[in-house]
């Protein structure tokens, strides 16, 4: 599956701890990251990442474009909620675009676990079969 992993400035050691906690998980799938996020995560987790701009320079907007595309399978986004973004408009339209095509986010550590660990139990299989039963005929 295809995984855009984000963080904010505050939040990004959170998420390099916690792909290398579930890196054997995350090494089977193709990662997606914005510039420094993928940055560290190749650097400090030794995992090949497929870089994008950094969030408020388009990466959330390269991003929400990919799920728009059906690109995408899911996304890890550990947000700052007590810090303001600059950037929060193309944040706000990002986690829209993954309602609207039903893409699964992890916005916290804890979504992120219940949301990885299906993952590898095969839980996020619909993604894969989504068209050949009709999901989205509506």
């Known amino acids: 599956m295809k995984i855009a992993l984000i963080a904010h400035d505050h939040r990004k050691q959170s998420l390099i701890n ?8 995350f090494q089977q799938h ?3 990251a914005t510039g420094t996020t993928g ?10 990442v497929k870089r994008l701009q950094s ?5 959330d907007q390269q991003i929400g474009a990919k799920i728009a595309e059906d ?3 899911l996304v890890v986004f550990f947000r700052d909620p007590l810090t ?3 950037h929060e ?12 095509y039903r893409i699964p986010v992890a916005t ?9 660990r299906g993952l590898n139990s095969g839980w996020l299989e619909w993604r894969t079969i989504k068209e050949s039963v009709g999901i989205y005929n509506e």
Not at 18 to 25: E, R, V, W
Not at 39 to 48: A, P, S
Not at 89 to 100: E, G, K, N, Q
Not at 108 to 116: L, S, V
């Open 18 to 25: 916690f792909i290398t906690a579930y890196k054997p998980i």
């Open 39 to 48: 940055k560290r995560i190749t650097d400090e987790v030794g995992l090949e």
């Open 108 to 116: 916290n550590e804890a979504t992120a676990e219940i949301i990885i």
């Open 84 to 86: 303001a973004q600059p």
């Open 89 to 100: 408009p193309d944040v706000t339209a990002l986690l829209r675009l993954c309602d609207v």
């Open 30 to 32: 193709e990662l997606f």
């Open 55 to 59: 969030g408020p320079l388009g990466g």
């Open 71 to 73: 690109d995408l399978d």
